[in-house]
C-alpha cells in the first residue's frame, strides 16, 4: 500500500528534492501540533494553515517506525539516538520566484531519542537551539508556501555546533540557506518527514 506522506511529497514536487531524496524512506514519525491559537491545528502531509495559527513553536513528537517486513534489516539497537529538527521554507519568497530558498526557520540539533521508544516522544524544548524558532509568513498574495519539518539522524556521539555554524538568526541571514552543504558537512541522515502549507490570514483560495 502507498505511503500518504510519501505520495504527498511526489505530488508537490517536494521528493525527491535537494533535501529529500529519491529513496527516502523514513524511520520515524513526526506529529507536528500547534496549539497556541483560536483555531489550534495538528498538520499531516500539507495541511494549510495560515499565519494566525502558526505564531509560536509547535509540539513536536516522534515515533519510531516498525520495519516494513520482516526482510527489512533494522540498524542495532542502541541505548540513545541524538538527531537534528530543521524547518525550512523552499518558496520564499514567493513560490513562483523562490529566489531565497531555503528560508531557515528553526534548527535544533543534539535531540536525544530513547533507541527503542515504541510510544510517541516529545521532542519540545529539547537539544541544543541553533536557529530559534521564526513563525511562517507568507503575504497574502504570495500563495501557499510549502514547509519542511526535517529531522535528521545524527552521527554516533551527537554534534557539537555553535550558533554560527548555520549562520545568523536576524531576518535576512536566513535566507538561502545552504541546507545540502550543512547536511553533508556534519554527516546528517534525513530520517522522518512532515509538512505543511502556509498562507497569509487575508489569502483566499481553497
Known sequence: MANPLLASLRATHLLPSAVIP?????????TVHFPASNTPVTVSN????????????????VTRLAPASSDTPTESPKAEQKVTLMLLDPDAPTPDDP??????????SNISLPGNQAAAHEITGTGRTLTEYLAPG????SGPHRYLFLL??????????????VGGEAFVDR?????????????????????????????VGE
Open 22 to 30: 529519491a529513496d527516502f524512506n523514513p524511520m520515524f514519525t513526526l
Open 99 to 108: 529566489k531565497f530558498a531555503y528560508w531557515r526557520h528553526w534548527v535544533v
Open 152 to 165: 535528521f539522524l545524527e552521527s554516533d556521539g551527537g554534534l557539537v555546533l555553535e550558533k554560527g555554524d
Open 138 to 141: 507568507p503575504k497574502d498574495e
Open 46 to 61: 500539507g495541511t494549510l494553515v495560515r499565519v494566525n495559527q502558526v505564531r509560536e513553536a509547535p509540539i513536536i513528537s
Open 175 to 203: 535566507r538561502s540557506f545552504g541546507v545540502e552543504a550543512f547536511v553533508e558537512r556534519c554527516g546528517l541522515r534525513l530520517v522522518a518527514v512532515e509538512w505543511m502549507r502556509g498562507v497569509g490570514d487575508g489569502w
